[in-house]
């Protein structure tokens, strides 16, 4: 938990962070993807003129677009 504490709390980078800990940067990488697999981080986007990804992704598919935009 620590390590997801400095690299999502106090914005260390993944370099930073295994030169702390002595570890390589593709283990804090692997650390911090299992960290998020197991549901201990979550990543939460607060749009302010709301959600509409879920909306132009339907679109996009029921119409055969690449792209819909809300």
């Not at 709301?50 to 809300?70: C, M, R, S």
């Amino acid at each position: 938990m620590k390590i997801c504490y400095l690299y999502y709390q106090q914005e260390k980078t993944q370099e930073e962070i295994s030169r702390l800990f002595g570890v390589s940067r593709f283990k804090i990488s692997r650390t911090l993807k299992e960290a998020k697999r197991q549901g201990y981080v979550t990543i939460t986007i607060n749009d302010p003129k709301g959600d509409f990804t879920d909306t132009e992704i339907k679109l996009a598919n029921t119409f055969g677009l690449q792209q819909a935009i809300v």
